[in-house]
């Protein structure tokens, strides 16, 4: 019986997209006619006067729109006062801790990028020699205007990461750009995600992320069912976002505005801050993007007992932030599509799916037609997904690839899945006796 809830978040998703596409058409076939107005592509378009150069109509435009008014409440309009599309400037903020040998490769990927950056601060716990190598490296990157920002008694991420941004001595450009040491960045991740800062209310844009094999046969029995889910997952995310409904911005590759971090700092009190800070911005009524094209990918860890520990701590700080923020689910909150269109039927899907694959042994004896008839399913379902998946994320080149990986690397899936469930139900009955014992102010955001 629980099975039949399975397809519960990919039925809200599908639905979505489908009814994203269909409004796509009509306003296509609408702006055959006159184009939109009411966004500042609009406005540029009219400004141009392209429109009226390749039909012969002009547009009716209002009188109150007018060259740079989108631009007038913040740095997130894309106009200026005097009606020339505008350049916000980036800061990057990099996270390091203890990982001097990877900053002159982050160096690289960070002066590549075809969006040109204001500012590079290093943050860091300083324990090793990472600021002599920070100001050695400055010389090398002259493009760059590299910062070292460290503090005393400073070493969570989320914790870095508020005092530099209230730091007077640090000048942080319109957006801030975060990520983590060695991650590998494409030329236009950057600009990307600025240009995916098209509505006022847009507070943060988040990447794709993935993570790619490491030489250890162990850690890879659990990365490669770790990263099949990613990618299975990537039309979830272009769907959550028309939704406004995006669970997590991915912690190693995001951007804010800086008048947003100014107003709230990332929350400390949770293993994971960056679901922990989604949440909270949509809580207070701002959007979050998503920019798949925006790629980041980065080697996964290098053992099986990190990849256990990674994924014990992002299971907890999922658990820990629904009791942190609970008031969503209120009825005055502002993130009702979130708590109702993502976080409620995920909690459905997993605790039912996760607590069938770990009483399998007990269903086969007890109820081995139950036991079958879940197999069964879950395999079928583990093999419609590359088809379905690529489609969804307009990707359908990639089936055939995605066909072949699932079926060689189905051992390690089912690997995953089967530890991957056993740590989501672990962490969240540990969470739940931190409650009942009242220990939650021992939470914190330090690994």
Not at 74 to 81: E, H, I, K, L
Not at 207 to 235: A, C, L, Q
Request: overall charge negative; aromatic content about 12%.
């Amino acid at each position: 019986m629980a099975f039949y809830f399975l397809p519960l978040t990919f039925t809200i998703d599908a639905v979505t997209l489908g009814y994203v596409h269909i409004k796509d058409m009509m306003t296509k076939s609408y702006n055959r006619i006159r184009p939109d107005t009411s966004t500042d592509q609009g406005v540029y378009d009219y400004i141009k006067d392209g429109w009226v150069k390749e039909t012969g109509i002009k547009p009716n435009v209002p009188d109150y729109i007018k060259p740079g008014w989108m631009a007038k409440g913040g740095v997130s309009g894309v106009w200026d006062d005097l009606g020339k599309l505008k350049n916000p400037e980036v800061s990057v903020v990099v996270s390091s801790h203890n990982e001097i040998e990877k900053i002159h490769n982050t160096l690289v990927n960070i002066e590549k990028q075809s969006y040109p950056v204001k500012n590079v601060i290093f943050s860091d716990s300083n324990l090793d020699k990472t600021e002599s190598l920070v100001n050695y490296l400055s010389k090398s990157f002259p493009s760059l205007d590299i910062i070292y920002w460290s503090m005393d008694g400073v070493t969570s991420k989320a914790d870095k990461i508020n005092h530099i941004v209230d730091d007077s001595n640090v000048d942080l450009g319109d957006l801030v750009y975060f990520t983590d040491i060695g991650l590998d960045l494409e030329p236009d991740t950057i600009k990307q995600l600025v240009d995916e800062f098209s509505e006022e209310n847009i507070a943060a844009v988040t990447s794709y992320g993935i993570v790619t094999p490491t030489d250890s046969y162990n850690s890879n029995m659990y990365h490669y069912g770790k990263e099949w889910v990613n990618r299975m997952g990537k039309f979830r995310k272009l769907a959550q976002k028309h939704r406004n409904a995006i669970p997590v911005l991915c912690g190693a590759s995001f951007m804010v505005k800086t008048d947003v971090l100014e107003d709230y700092n990332l929350p400390t009190d949770t293993k994971t801050e960056d679901t922990g800070y989604t949440w909270l911005l949509l809580r207070n009524g701002y959007k979050i993007g998503f920019e798949p094209d925006s790629f980041v990918s980065t080697e996964d860890v290098k053992s099986l007992n990190a990849q256990l520990k990674q994924s014990w701590r992002w299971y907890s700080g999922t658990w820990q932030n629904l009791y942190r923020q609970k008031e969503m689910f209120g009825p005055k909150s502002k993130a009702k599509s979130l708590a109702y269109t993502t976080i409620v039927p995920s909690l459905i899907e997993s605790v039912l799916y996760t607590g069938t694959v770990l009483s399998l042994p007990l269903l086969a004896y007890y109820e081995p037609e139950l036991a079958q008839g879940f197999l069964i399913g879950d395999t079928v379902l583990s093999f419609a997904a590359p088809v379905v998946a690529p489609l969804m994320s307009g990707d359908s080149k990639s089936i055939v690839k995605e066909l072949y990986k699932t079926l060689r690397y189905y051992p390690q899936i089912t690997v995953y899945k089967i530890l991957s469930s056993a740590l989501w139900l672990g962490s969240g009955a540990k969470v739940g006796l931190d409650v009942i014992k009242k220990d939650t102010d021992k939470w914190s955001n330090k690994w």
